[in-house]
């Protein structure tokens, strides 16, 4: 089926290291995102990309940092840097009709980070 | 800048009752898209609605319905006749128009919804 798939569901880290947070699609989307989501607010754009090689910056990006070397795949680092770390992380994705962005995001399922 | 306002964080209901979640929204584009995506206990959310700016026309799909109106920058949403299953957390979403733009969509805080039997 297609889809996105995250991963870890779940993830652990200490204090000062470094987390890559992974997002595939099979969809055969052009653009990804990234969004953080905290407890009682709603999802804030961190990062996204609408093609291979390109991405920019979304509100949040301080302390985060992204690739998208291939179609399918816009991991996610969440660095050492990022002062509050702990969230639920989803990635998204959309798809293009006549060569408009429709609007509809397609999300995974997410990724709740805990910074210990 | 876009902002998008759900006043109602929480809202309890027993099934069958019908409810409706407000959304109030900011822009200073004359073309944009205003979204409801519903997030169930499993985390990921599910695309209900898309609307652009230029269609006023009230929508209804099944038990579910919404009401856009430019003059108040509003698009509410309303679930009839509720069902347990439709417990979860709602978000309004709003996005510019341009297609430079991509969907870099604009969230509310979101609405949890929950529905007693």
């Known amino acids: 089926d297609g889809g996105i798939t995250q991963s870890p569901k779940y993830l652990f880290r200490k204090e000062g290291q470094n987390v890559t947070l992974s997002c595939e699609q099979n969809?055969?989307?052009?653009?990804m995102y990234w969004y953080r989501q905290d407890p009682g607010q709603g999802l804030r754009l961190i990062y996204y990309s609408q093609i291979v090689n390109d991405f920019q910056k979304g509100d949040i990006a301080e302390g985060y940092s992204v690739s998208r070397e291939k179609k399918e795949s816009f991991p996610l680092t969440v660095t050492s840097a990022q002062k509050n770390p702990t969230a639920f992380y989803l990635c998204?994705?959309?798809?293009?009709?006549?060569?408009?962005?429709?609007?509809?995001?397609?999300f995974g399922e997410g990724s709740r980070l805990t910074v210990l | 800048a876009q902002k998008v306002t759900q006043a109602q964080t929480e809202i309890s209901v027993v099934e069958k009752e019908d409810v409706t979640l407000d959304c109030v929204y900011e822009t200073r584009d004359t073309t944009y898209y205003l979204f409801w995506y519903k997030q169930p206990p499993s985390g990921e959310l599910v695309f209900l609605i898309r609307?652009?700016?230029?269609?006023?026309q009230n929508e209804i799909s099944g038990r579910y319905s919404w009401n856009f109106q430019k003059s108040t920058s509003s698009f509410n949403f309303t679930i009839t006749a509720s069902q347990v299953v439709d417990s979860a957390v709602y978000f309004c979403?709003?996005?510019?128009?341009?297609?430079?733009?991509?969907?870099?969509?604009?969230f509310g805080g979101g609405t949890r919804v929950l529905v007693k039997p």
């Open positions: 609307r652009n700016s230029f269609d006023e």
């Open positions: 998204a994705s959309s798809s293009r009709d006549r060569g408009l962005h429709t609007g509809e995001l397609f």
């Open positions: 969809l055969n989307h052009d653009a």
């Open positions: 979403a709003l996005s510019e128009g341009r297609v430079a733009a991509g969907n870099k969509l604009t």
